[in-house]
């Protein structure tokens, strides 16, 4: 008893001398390379429970013992220990730690790091970004990561098709969900835009995200089966910096499609070479025209960016960049203009407690649209006559005619575009405000409300005279859209550690709604063309989620993912869906064996298994019984009464989600501390009950086709990646990034077994060429084995009788390649040398096949003869001396390997540093796009949509030239 009572006396001392040991510490932490305030840096004595965090201006006051360790942490920067030495102010630096930005990886509903990722994420910013002309944002992405394809066409301000892994459908939505700072956006197109990103500014772009996992995407449930692609734009900082970005483009058609010169059709002509039929040669011309010049440009395009950063009213870090973007396309009167503001937000209050995200956005985007379908017209067009005709009562243009009488035949394509004015004006407005909160009484603990917006509102404006015999010779029309998005996410996050247990629970509640009216108002000149409003029903999706993150030891990783989605496009015992994932993963080069190895830097094992959804189909009330109002040219009239119509519309109630399931297997990997880094993925999915537009027996529906879930897809792949820093100095580096996909599709199940025909194609009516079978790819090419004679000439209209029954039918016709790419390779290099930099970036596929149908369906002498007129064809016809294109069309000789290595971009470029107290540095470069092109196919380009080449909006080779001035 005495001895507790002399040690209770003890401490009723000691415990007063420690409060009184006890300093309140102040200091200021700032970044080792600039000075500038670090604010929210987290401060902790080592070995207790007590921290705090820096203020705005990087300051932070803490009660400490002298001799204690204080521990600073910032996320990107290098961990620092300090022992307290009995000063104040207690001033500390922290230096930026490379790898450890890298690390950072924006995850669905939150954020994780390289090292704790358990599903198959790529995470590039803006330092990887692909470099070049770059007008649309889904391009920074091109070539970039593997099992991601971006294919954009050579208009201006393209849209993309973007594919990941292969998508996971075939007749419904390939497309990947996009995620813009919290919002998801859909990918319907609006009237008068190029695209669902065109309206955005690429230099506003901080970094993109590739989730391609079910254990990734799982989190966003019912839209994520094709991936996901998360955009964060860049936000506000505390200290003063200005940009200006200034880039000059001119660029031009590299190749053409060959078609016979003036002289050369003349003396075809006169050759008589159509087997039955005499050519006029009487309609023969005097000109020497080629009309591919004529109606492709050389083009001059530009693009300003002005960004500022910096507090305002020395509390709040801020963000405000104004682009103007003006491109001229390859084809006569195509052109796109772009202006875009953005402002961002980024304060934090009630001590750090309380962080808000305000993102704002505005795009106005004007464009006039050049007519592609002229370019098979510029193939067609007799180039023995010219341009102009002055006695033309086509408005000086010259056409084929009889006096005032237009002949029947191909018109005149310069005189179509300049006599076109099809305009398109789009104002689109996004943004999101985040309020993410931690919670004062439990820090652990933080909510989170993301508040979304998308609307943008679409015209379109066509005036236009054309030829022809008809009274109406004109169109003037106008239309318009508008298209509203609106989201609401909530969730909770806890992160706790439990001794070797590190904890990360997240659950919470999703809503987005989507509407879509406008009106169009028919061709004003024209009595019979009638104006229409549409209103289609509201999109309503509802989602419910959950995931966790676990680690043991910090080596053993588990995530389990759940999601319920509701979507109002499917009937009530449809509509709701349960999608779910589970990963595991094992940091191998965490355990003792391999802790201290100087080779194996980092080596993780994940295994991830999950069930995605797919709901993207255009129809959105399908399974009610929809009756739609007859326009005028679908009344009744009783006596002198006229009744309006009502027509029944297509219904499917039992439509339901579109389901894909995803195994994989991945490694990823480190090298000689990190110098060389990637990751090995191999994965399996399996979509089942596609949505697709299929046939339905004659009376069973209000239409002979509806979308129903009738097959499954497979698609296995193998990823390979790989970073390699091969020279790090501080004056000189030299990097490389190589990525490789291996991708097999095979659709499983139809229908009752049966093909579904697709893939229509020009040169007759009612022709197609592709082929949804079992077993097969989809959209395998579907021909007839052509024979060839004893020297190797192709037979016309002779093919192999593959069934033997000796008759030539559709029986015979044989599946032969896919317009899929079974290899897709990409690599990009970069290398600095003092104040020089230089990249470039490669990309090829291997193993995909194109359908040639501007020669299946033009290159026949019979085509000479263009109705009552005379026409071009392609030179082509010489290698095979066709007559017919009936007799040809589905020939497999038209089915060409377009395996290709292309350079897209290359830079070369020069930075200027500290040439005043004012302008920190100007960079200047130099560079090309579309650098060159290596493939045997003999078409203009390999790398068309859906495998068909019926002429494309060439991409022109350009010549960059630009400037960066940081202020």
């Known amino acids: 008893m005495k001895t507790f009572l002399n040690s209770l006396l003890v401490l009723t001392f000691l415990i007063p001398a420690t409060f009184f040991g006890q300093s309140k510490v102040t200091g200021t932490v700032t970044d080792e390379a600039n000075a500038l305030p670090l604010p929210g840096v987290n401060i902790l004595v080592k070995g207790t429970t007590t921290g705090a965090s820096t203020d705005f201006d990087g300051k932070y006051s803490i009660s400490v013992n002298e001799g204690d360790i204080l521990v600073f942490s910032y996320l990107g920067y290098s961990t620092k220990e300090i022992a307290y030495n009995g000063l104040s102010p207690f001033n500390v630096t922290l230096s930026e730690d490379a790898g450890k930005l890298d690390e950072i990886v924006i995850i669905g509903y939150g954020t994780t790091t390289r090292k704790d990722a358990t599903g198959s994420v790529e995470s590039i910013t803006s330092d990887d970004f692909t470099k070049g002309n770059i007008v649309t944002t889904e391009n920074l992405l091109q070539g970039r990561v593997a099992g991601v394809t971006v294919n954009t066409s050579g208009a201006p301000g393209s849209g993309s098709e973007i594919k990941i892994r292969g998508g996971s459908s075939i007749n419904a939505s390939n497309n990947p969900l996009i995620v813009i700072d919290g919002l998801p956006i859909t990918n319907d197109n609006i009237g008068g835009s190029r695209g669902i990103l065109s309206s955005i500014n690429p230099n506003d772009i901080e970094s993109f995200t590739v989730l391609k996992d079910a254990s990734a995407t799982a989190i966003y449930g019912s839209r994520a089966s094709n991936g996901v692609i998360i955009i964060v734009t860049k936000k506000g900082k505390s200290s003063f910096s200005a940009d200006y970005d200034v880039q000059f483009t001119f660029g031009e058609i590299a190749d053409q499609i060959d078609v016979f010169s003036a002289d050369e059709f003349r003396a075809l002509v006169n050759s008589q070479p159509i087997n039955g039929?005499?050519?006029?040669?009487?309609?023969?011309?005097?000109?020497?025209?080629?009309?591919?010049?004529?109606?492709?440009?050389?083009?001059v395009s530009a693009m300003h960016n002005v960004t500022v950063r910096g507090s305002l009213f020395k509390a709040l870090p801020a963000r405000f960049s104004f682009g103007v973007t003006k491109q001229e396309g390859a084809i006569l009167t195509s052109q796109f203009d772009r202006r875009n503001l953005s402002v961002a937000l980024n304060p934090t209050m009630l001590d750090d407690h309380l962080k808000v995200s305000l993102n704002a956005n505005l795009s106005f985007e004007d464009n006039r649209f050049g007519d592609s379908g002229q370019i098979g017209a510029a193939l067609r067009y007799d180039p023995t006559q010219p341009v102009y005709d002055p006695t033309s009562p086509f408005n000086g243009f010259y056409q084929h005619r009889n006096g005032n009488i237009l002949s029947n035949g191909t018109t005149n394509p310069?005189?179509?575009?300049?006599?076109?004015?099809?305009?398109?004006?789009?104002?689109?407005?996004?943004?999101?405000?985040?309020?993410?909160?931690?919670?004062?009484?439990?820090?652990?603990?933080?909510?989170?409300?993301?508040?979304?917006?998308?609307?943008?509102?679409?015209?379109?404006?066509?005036?236009?005279?054309?030829?022809?015999?008809?009274?109406?010779?004109?169109?003037?029309?106008?239309?318009?859209?508008?298209?509203?998005?609106?989201?609401?996410?909530?969730?909770?996050?806890?992160?706790?550690?439990?001794?070797?247990?590190?904890?990360?629970?997240?659950?919470?509640?999703?809503?987005?709604?989507?509407?879509?009216?406008?009106?169009?108002?028919?061709?004003?000149?024209?009595?019979?063309?009638?104006?229409?409003?549409?209103?289609?029903?509201?999109?309503?999706?509802?989602?419910?989620?959950?995931?966790?993150?676990?680690?043991?030891?910090?080596?053993?990783?588990?995530?389990?993912?759940?999601?319920?989605?509701?979507?109002?496009?499917?009937?009530?015992?449809?509509?709701?869906?349960?999608?779910?994932?589970?990963?595991?993963?094992?940091?191998?080069?965490?355990?003792?064996?391999?802790?201290?190895?100087?080779?194996?830097?980092?080596?993780?094992?994940?295994?991830?298994?999950?069930v995605t959804g797919q709901q993207e189909i255009g129809e959105r009330d399908l399974f009610l019984s929809r009756y739609r109002g007859g326009n005028a040219n679908s009344q009744y009239q009783f006596g002198n009464t006229t009744i309006t119509s009502l027509i029944p519309s297509e219904i499917n109630p039992d439509l339901k989600w579109e389901e894909t399931t995803t195994l994989e297997i991945g490694i990823d990997y480190g090298l000689f501390n990190n110098k060389i880094s990637g990751s090995l993925n191999v994965f399996q999915k399996d979509s089942e009950d596609l949505l697709f537009n299929a046939p339905v027996p004659d009376g069973s529906n209000f239409s002979n086709s509806i979308v129903q879930n009738i097959g499954n897809l497979r698609i296995q792949g193998i990823e390979f990646t790989t970073n390699v820093d091969v020279i790090q100095k501080e004056d000189f580096s030299l990097n490389f990034n190589f990525n490789a996909t291996l991708l097999d599709r095979e659709i499983t199940e139809l229908a009752y077994g049966q093909d579904v025909t697709t893939g229509g194609i020009a040169g007759g009516t009612g022709n197609f060429i592709q082929l949804f079978r079992e077993g097969e790819a989809p959209n395998s090419f579907y021909v007839y084995k052509q024979l060839y004679d004893n020297q190797g000439n192709a037979i016309e209209g002779a093919y192999v009788d593959l069934n033997g029954d000796n008759i030539i039918n559709d029986e015979d016709r044989?599946?032969?390649?896919?317009?899929?790419?079974?290899?897709?390779?990409?690599?990009?290099?970069?290398?600095?040398?003092?104040?020089?930099?230089?990249?470039?970036?490669?990309?090829?596929?291997?193993?995909?096949?194109?359908?040639?149908?501007?020669?299946?369906?033009?290159?026949?002498?019979?085509?000479?003869?263009?109705?009552?007129?005379?026409?071009?064809?392609?030179?082509?016809?010489?290698?095979?001396?066709?007559?017919?294109?009936?007799?040809?069309?589905?020939?497999?000789?038209?089915?060409?390997?377009?395996?290709?290595?292309?350079?897209?971009?290359?830079?070369?470029?020069?930075?200027?540093?500290?040439?005043?107290?004012?302008?920190?540095?100007?960079?200047?470069?130099?560079?090309?796009?579309?650098?060159?092109?290596?493939?045997?196919?003999?078409?203009?380009?390999?790398?068309?949509?859906?495998?068909?080449?019926?002429?494309?909006?060439?991409?022109?080779?350009?010549?960059?030239?630009?400037?960066?001035?940081?202020?």
Do not use: C
């Not at 064809?873 to 395996?899: G, H, K, M």
């Open 277 to 299: 039929t005499t050519l006029n040669t009487n309609l023969l011309g005097d000109a020497n025209t080629n009309w591919q010049d004529e109606i492709f440009r050389e083009t």
């Open 414 to 610: 310069v005189a179509s575009l300049l006599q076109t004015n099809n305009q398109g004006d789009t104002e689109r407005f996004f943004g999101n405000i985040n309020f993410d909160y931690k919670f004062h009484f439990l820090p652990d603990l933080k909510a989170v409300i993301n508040l979304g917006f998308d609307e943008t509102s679409g015209w379109t404006n066509n005036n236009s005279v054309f030829a022809t015999n008809d009274n109406v010779s004109a169109n003037k029309s106008v239309s318009y859209q508008i298209r509203k998005n609106q989201s609401l996410d909530g969730f909770f996050n806890y992160k706790k550690t439990f001794g070797d247990v590190e904890t990360d629970f997240t659950t919470g509640y999703s809503y987005q709604r989507f509407t879509n009216n406008g009106y169009f108002t028919g061709n004003q000149y024209d009595p019979q063309s009638f104006s229409d409003t549409f209103a289609d029903p509201d999109i309503v999706l509802i989602g419910f989620f959950g995931r966790a993150n676990l680690t043991f030891f910090e080596k053993y990783l588990l995530t389990a993912t759940y999601r319920r989605d509701g979507t109002s496009r499917f009937s009530e015992d449809n509509r709701w869906g349960n999608f779910y994932a589970g990963a595991l993963a094992w940091q191998i080069s965490e355990e003792d064996f391999l802790k201290d190895s100087e080779t194996i830097s980092d080596l993780k094992l994940r295994v991830g298994y999950g």
């Open 814 to 967: 044989y599946l032969r390649a896919n317009p899929d790419a079974d290899v897709i390779l990409g690599f990009q290099t970069s290398l600095e040398y003092k104040n020089f930099d230089f990249a470039f970036n490669l990309r090829a596929n291997i193993g995909n096949y194109v359908y040639n149908n501007v020669d299946s369906a033009r290159a026949q002498y019979e085509l000479l003869q263009d109705n009552s007129v005379l026409g071009n064809i392609p030179t082509s016809v010489l290698n095979n001396n066709f007559q017919r294109t009936s007799d040809v069309i589905n020939s497999d000789i038209y089915l060409e390997n377009a395996s290709f290595l292309k350079m897209d971009n290359i830079t070369l470029g020069y930075t200027f540093k500290e040439l005043s107290n004012v302008i920190k540095s100007v960079r200047v470069w130099g560079g090309i796009q579309n650098v060159f092109t290596l493939t045997e196919y003999s078409g203009l380009d390999p790398e068309v949509f859906n495998g068909i080449d019926n002429t494309i909006y060439p991409r022109p080779r350009n010549i960059l030239v630009g400037a960066n001035i940081k202020f």
